[in-house]
T-cell receptor, first 113, second 112 residues
Framework: AQSVTQLDSQVPVFEEAPVELRCNYSSSVSVYLFWYVQYPNQGLQLLLKYLSGSTLVKGINGFEAEFNKSQTSFHLRKPSVHISDTAEYFCAVSESGTYKYIFGTGTRLKVLA | DAGVIQSPRHEVTEMGQEVTLRCKPISGHNSLFWYRQTMMRGLELLIY????????DSGMPEDRFSAKMPNASFSTLKIQPSEPRDSAVYFC??????????FGPGTRLTVL
């Protein structure tokens, strides 16, 4: 069975500083990996996804993530955050080609002025 | 393009009452998902439809929950009777493939 671990429940960071949100997964098969963002009182919006190919994936709003198969990680990074990046971020995994996403518990990013 | 539409956005009801949540998927999407989000359990898949047919309802918590998809543009999630522990945010999502699901804004349900 697959699982996703987001070790950090909350990450405070100052505006214009870099940030990394960590995601580790477990699976015995090939996977698709996703990062979604949820702004207050809104649904989840896809930031980026890894399906295959290049391990460095670029998404919207300046975010990127790197797939590391040996460490079973898919950490999300942004070199310089803005106040508007304050939101909850969810990592998800699915067995390649299947519909069932397993979501992590989320990381609340708080960008401070 | 209109995204996934859910109604109502907020619902407050009393224990024992029937609750119906509604979802209109993105036009052309053939897969539809209902999720529940709570602080305790996070985001859980309740049921998955493909081409209007329920494929996986293993996440439906109990018989009080039922979901239908009478056509490609409409789905309902019904709770009857509702209980306080059903209080959560319910999301509908749709997709055309396994590599991206598009989420609606959610319905915040409060059962008193």
């Amino acid at each position: 069975a697959q699982s996703v671990t987001q070790l950090d429940s909350q990450v405070p960071v100052f505006e214009e500083a870099p940030v990394e949100l960590r995601c580790n997964y477990s699976s015995s098969v090939s996977v698709y990996l996703f990062w979604y963002v949820q702004y207050p009182n809104q649904g989840l919006q896809l930031l980026l996804k890894y399906l295959s190919g290049s391990t460095l994936v670029k998404g919207i709003n300046g975010f990127e993530a790197e797939f590391n198969k040996s460490q079973t990680s898919f950490h999300l990074r942004k070199p310089s955050v803005h106040i508007s990046d304050t939101a909850e971020y969810f990592c998800a995994v699915s067995e390649s080609g299947t519909y069932k996403y397993i979501f992590g518990t989320g990381t609340r990013l708080k960008v401070l002025a | 393009d209109a995204g996934v539409i859910q109604s109502p956005r907020h619902e407050v009801t009393e224990m024992g009452q029937e609750v119906t949540l509604r979802c209109k998927p993105i036009s052309g999407h053939n897969s539809l998902f209902w999720y529940r989000q709570t602080m305790m359990r996070g985001l859980e898949l309740l049921i998955y439809f493909n081409n209007n047919v329920p494929i996986d309802d293993s996440g439906m918590p109990e018989d009080r929950f039922s979901a239908k998809m009478p056509n490609a543009s409409f789905s309902t999630l019904k709770i009857q009777p509702s209980e306080p522990r059903d209080s959560a945010v319910y999301f509908c999502a749709s997709s055309t493939s396994t590599d991206t699901q598009y989420f609606g804004p959610g319905t915040r349900l409060t059962v008193l």
